[in-house]
């Protein structure tokens, strides 16, 4: 029950934020940032699902969002958009029967083509229902297929999609790589991101504590043995992979809404590579890992322009120093948690001596031309990415949070490792005085 209170408690607090913040002004870099790491979060947690919980390495994901993108743009392009002179590639037929609207009146639901939401939540879940199909296509043949060569049939599959709309076959459906411009950007804005962010989450969770979440880890850690336990291996890997495709092509059809168009180069193979990053930075099949990955490498990429601003030499050269010294603390500091001997090893000093040597050269030479000179770094905001992937490949190779996830009993307890009331009423030799000596004295007695 505190569980549920305290869920139910962020989650107004949440959107109470998300309201203030839609209704002051000058936040709408801030609100554009939340709307790109909500829909990042929703195609980075799809893609989790394969890569972390599944334990298969696929490349492919940028190819189901842009489906999901090209059909939410063609069924929800306005009228006035569909005229040949702006979709002049665009074929009579498919100018005239991708269109939501007419779908709707055929089957008696023309109220609905009135409401705007209702026909976005249509077309997002059509889009889903595309990529899914899609995904069930090329997943069936490819994942009998293991480790490498499975990763490079994903990314085939993946770069297939996406330069097909391209083919003079298919520009008379996709308006070739003219792309689609003019999509209504309802869809893109922050409420609705959130909403299908929270559906995201919900849905996810459930899946990986459910009886398929389990049957998916026991695939990534022993095929063989999930198999002798009675899992379908085929099966899982088809329906996991369906699963992922979907929620890819309702993220793919978000961020189209956000763009208000999209093209072959909207969704390239680093859509993918950032998604990768992302997931890898915050934990390989941890859920909120992916989101909390996500946060930070767009957070990074956004506001990390101060990084590429010209800048006195001696800044750069002191915040140089300044990262080997974190360096050496961070190693000691992971060396004592993990109760290695020795603490400090000689390479970790080479950290310390070149910082400190560094700050002491910049400090005696502060007066000359070269120290005080403007210097500008550009792409110090992927450097600072890369930096960031590596320590945590060499400290914590299993992400931020790693396969563990949020919860209110990491913040509140109880300790899982203090039995409860309930467990001590269960397990006789709890409260059994001549084995347990502290029986009767409630939880704080056993810890």
């Known amino acids: 029950m505190r569980d549920r209170i305290l869920t139910l408690a962020t989650l107004i ?22 709307t790109l790491v909500f829909i990042w979060s929703i195609a980075a947690i799809s893609l989790n699902l394969i890569n972390g919980q599944l334990g298969i390495l696929s490349l492919g994901h940028h190819g189901f969002m842009m489906i999901g993108g090209y059909l939410t743009a063609l069924l929800m392009l306005p009228e006035k958009e569909r005229s040949p002179f702006r979709t002049r590639l665009l ?21 609905l083509a009135q409401s705007t939401d209702a026909k976005f939540v249509i077309a997002l879940i059509l889009a889903g229902l595309a990529a899914a199909l899609v995904g069930l296509i090329v997943g069936i043949p490819s994942l009998r297929l293991k480790g490498d060569y499975l990763a490079i049939v994903t990314f085939g599959f993946g770069e297939i999609i996406r330069l097909l709309p391209n083919a003079p076959e298919v520009a008379r459906f996709t308006n070739g790589p003219l ?16 909403a299908v962010f929270l559906i995201t989450l919900w849905f996810f969770s459930r899946l990986k504590f459910s ?19 009675g899992v379908n291996l085929a099966y899982h890997k088809v329906l996991a992979f369906s699963i992922s495709a979907f929620f890819a092509g309702v993220a793919g ?24 990053v992302a997931i890898s930075l915050g934990g390989l099949g941890s859920i909120t ?19 590429e601003e010209p800048r006195p030499a001696y800044v750069a050269l002191f915040a140089i120093s300044g990262l080997m010294i974190l360096a050496f603390a961070f190693s000691v500091y992971i060396r004592r948690a ?45 450097i600072l990415l890369a930096v960031l992937l590596i320590l945590i490949m060499i400290y ?52």
């Open 289 to 307: 890992g992916a989101v909390l990955g996500t946060a930070i490498v767009l957070l990074v990429r956004i506001y990390g322009g101060f990084l």
């Open 91 to 111: 074929s009579d037929w498919a100018r005239e029967n991708l269109d939501l609207n007419r779908w709707l009146e055929a089957l008696g639901l023309g109220f």
């Open 253 to 276: 059809g978000l961020y189209a809404s956000y763009l208000q168009s999209v093209d072959t180069q909207t969704f390239n193979f680093f859509v993918t590579f950032f998604l990768l």
């Open 396 to 447: 914590r190779r299993e992400g931020i949070m790693g396969r563990s996830e949020f919860s209110w009993k990491l913040l509140f307890g109880p300790r899982e490792d203090i039995p409860t009331e309930e467990q001590r009423k269960q397990d006789a030799w709890l409260t059994n005085p001549e084995l347990n000596p502290d029986a009767g004295k409630g939880n704080n007695g056993a810890s």
């Open 338 to 382: 993990r109760h290695l001997r020795p603490v400090i090893e000689p390479k970790h000093l080479i950290f310390l001596g070149t910082g400190v040597g560094l700050m002491l050269l910049t400090l005696a030479f502060f007066s000359t031309p070269f120290v005080q000179q403007e210097v500008q770094f550009f792409g110090m905001r992927k």
């Open 179 to 194: 792309g689609i411009k003019g999509v209504p950007g309802d869809a893109g804005t922050l409420w609705w991101t959130f």
């Open 211 to 229: 009886s398929y979440g389990r049957a998916f880890e026991g695939i990534r850690e022993d095929e063989i043995a999930a198999e002798a336990m």
């Open 13 to 34: 607090l949440a959107t109470l934020a998300i309201y203030g913040l839609t209704q002051m002004e000058g936040s709408g870099s801030l609100v554009s940032a939340l």
